[in-house]
């Protein structure tokens, strides 16, 4: 089966977890920037997990999965060790729905990737499933390329981006100054302000 790498907001959309266990935990973790509209449903759950969402107050239901509680969702992860329930829930599941089974990754329609995330830098890692091992080997040797000031540096790209979009210049312009910062970095926060500052003089259209 192939799989098209893309970068999805949940925001306002239903997600729901289907266990107790670490896995659900790791899962719960990485989905965190969209607790307000989790919902995780076990019967039982580890000390560490239970921690974790009293302390983000995610919504629980500590009870055996039924079809009420994910029939509406858009995102279900699917983290037990039953194989009833987790061959329940796929079976019944909506077929808008997208589903993580971590139990049986062919099983649903989409993979949690390794990912390595400095501010508004995001890197995807996937093998596919066929080896988590060498995935997390790449991140290790992708993050140890990245320096410590990249964060910064892509803010003031973002930066430098917005601005040229108020900018009364041309799009040959445009582009130059882009390519002109990415080409030849400015990670000093003091030279960022300078060429932000030499930028807004540059407002005039041309050719």
């Not at 079976?91 to 139990?103: F, K």
Request: net charge positive; hydrophobic share 40%.
């Amino acid at each position: 089966m192939e799989y098209l790498p893309f970068f999805i907001n949940l925001q306002n959309k239903q997600i729901v977890i289907i266990g107790g266990g670490n896995v659900a935990e790791r899962r719960l973790r990485r989905l965190l920037p969209f607790k307000e509209n989790i919902t995780l449903v076990s019967p039982t759950l580890t000390k560490s997990l239970y921690q974790l969402i009293d302390l983000h107050n995610i919504h629980l239901l500590q009870t055996k999965c039924e079809l009420d509680h994910f029939k509406q969702a858009d995102l279900i992860v699917i983290a037990t060790n039953d194989d009833v329930i987790n061959q329940y829930v796929i079976q019944n599941a909506p077929s808008s729905a997208w589903i993580n089974a971590t139990h049986q990754a062919e099983a649903g329609n989409i993979h949690f990737p390794i990912t390595i995330q400095k501010g508004k830098l995001q890197i995807a890692i996937s093998t596919s499933g066929a080896s988590p091992i060498l995935a997390k080997r790449l991140k290790k040797s992708i993050e140890a390329e990245i320096p410590d000031h990249y964060e910064q540096y892509i803010d003031f790209l973002f930066e430098a981006r917005q601005l040229l979009k108020q900018l009364n210049i041309s799009s040959s312009v445009h582009q130059k100054l882009l390519h002109e910062i990415v080409e030849k970095p400015i990670y000093s926060r003091k030279e960022q302000q300078t060429w932000i500052e030499k930028v807004k003089k540059t407002n005039v259209k041309g050719d």
